[in-house]
């Protein structure tokens, strides 16, 4: 139990162009559902914190016009990456609380590089 | 905030020894402590967690122990095996907002 996925694993894009992860919880309710992102050999640094049908809290010093959250649902939340730059090339991993008060169980991550 | 510091960065073992790793945290109100281990490319997974009404909570060759008064927490694993080498990440979290905020990773390899 507890599996979070990610779509995509990885993509490419151009620079000034949108791209849209989503993540799902895939056997139980995510109640709460957070945004990570990852630099090579770097620790992971939360960037949002997403409720289901409530705004995004965002960490200090993350654009919240940049990095578009949504959490339509108790098992999806999409991270939209809008007119995505070079600096923006990151691993970004989204997690889900649910089961346990406290727990999260990660997604597997999306590469994103962009050109 | 928060802040949760990590040592060491690396750490290499003979297959066999034990390793320990330790992390401190700042905010007197986190009351729960993940641990992780990443593997490159991968996901992170939960491998132990303690809450802070524990001091120490085992699972086979996987401890973690808790000092509240300290501020710090630490991962032992015994008998390490080359299959354990990885990163590992501590957290800290407070009940109210779960967030997690990670230490800054620790690169274990397991010599065979």
């Known amino acids: 139990g507890a599996v979070v996925s990610q779509h995509p694993s990885r993509v490419i894009c151009k620079s000034g162009t949108s791209v849209k992860i989503e993540c799902r919880s895939l056997d139980f309710q995510a109640t709460t559902m957070f945004w990570y992102r990852q630099f090579p050999k770097k620790s992971l640094m939360l960037m949002a914190t997403?409720?289901?049908?409530?705004?995004?809290?965002?960490e200090q010093g993350v654009e919240k016009d940049k990095f578009l959250i949504n959490h339509a649902s108790l098992t999806l939340s999409t991270l939209t990456v809008t007119s995505a730059h070079p600096e923006d090339s990151s691993f970004y991993i989204c997690?889900?609380?649910?089961?346990?008060?406290?727990?999260?169980?990660f997604g597997p991550g999306t590469r994103l590089l962009v050109l | 905030g928060e802040n949760v510091e990590q040592h060491p960065s690396t750490l290499s073992v003979q297959e066999g020894d034990s390793a320990v790793i330790k992390c401190t945290y700042s905010?007197?109100?986190?009351?729960?402590f993940p641990w992780y281990k990443q593997e490159l490319g991968k996901r992170p997974q939960l491998i132990i967690d303690i809450r802070s009404n524990v001091g120490e909570k085992k699972d086979q060759r996987i401890a973690v122990t808790l000092n509240k008064t300290a501020k710090h927490f630490s991962l032992h694993i015994t008998e390490t095996q080359p299959e354990d080498s990885a990163v590992y990440f501590c957290a800290a979290s407070t009940s109210g907002t779960y967030k997690y905020i990670f230490g800054t990773g620790t690169r274990l390899k397991v010599l065979a």
């Open positions: 905010d007197s109100a986190s009351n729960y």
């Open positions: 997403s409720n289901e049908g409530s705004k995004a809290t965002y």
């Open positions: 997690s889900g609380r649910g089961l346990g008060p406290e727990t999260q169980y």
